[in-house]
Nanobody, 123 residues
Framework: QVQLVESGGGLVQAGGSLRLSCAAS????????MGWFRQAPGKEREFVAA???????YYADSVKGRFTISRDNAKNTLYLQMNSLKPEDTAVYYC?????????????????WGQGTQVTVSS
């Protein structure tokens, strides 16, 4: 059974940093694109960042320069380093794996999802 488990969310003040992790089990995703999405209350799920098989990274304009996506294939784990956090970054953050297209910017392209981790940024 494939599982993606996010961790690292929490409450942080504006300007602070958090590092999200997504541990995959049940299969390896080293040859697949993985990504992060987020969903704020009352809003649709939106793309945050992704990394493809070749290590190329993609970012939403709203997080470019502040967030960094990376992966450790040996650990089958995806990361999202979030710096200079803003209140508008508050959302549930979801890890996704095995995108069928490249660039992997759209949620329906992914076959596996985690349960999400809450990130709250106070002003």
């Amino acid at each position: 059974q494939v599982q993606l488990v996010e961790s690292g969310g929490g409450l942080v003040q504006a300007g602070g940093s958090l590092r999200l992790s997504c541990a995959a089990s049940g299969r390896t995703f080293s040859r697949n694109a993985m990504g992060w999405f987020r969903q704020a209350p009352g809003k649709e799920r939106e793309f945050v960042a992704a990394i493809n098989y070749f290590g190329r990274t993609y970012y939403a304009d709203s997080v470019k320069g502040r967030f960094t996506i990376s992966r450790d294939n040996a650990k089958n784990t995806l990361y999202l380093q979030m710096n200079s956090l803003k209140p508008e970054d508050t959302a549930v953050y979801y890890c996704a794996a095995d995108a069928a297209i490249d660039p992997p910017r759209v949620a329906p392209a992914y076959n596996y999802w985690g349960q999400g981790t809450q990130v709250t940024v106070s002003s």
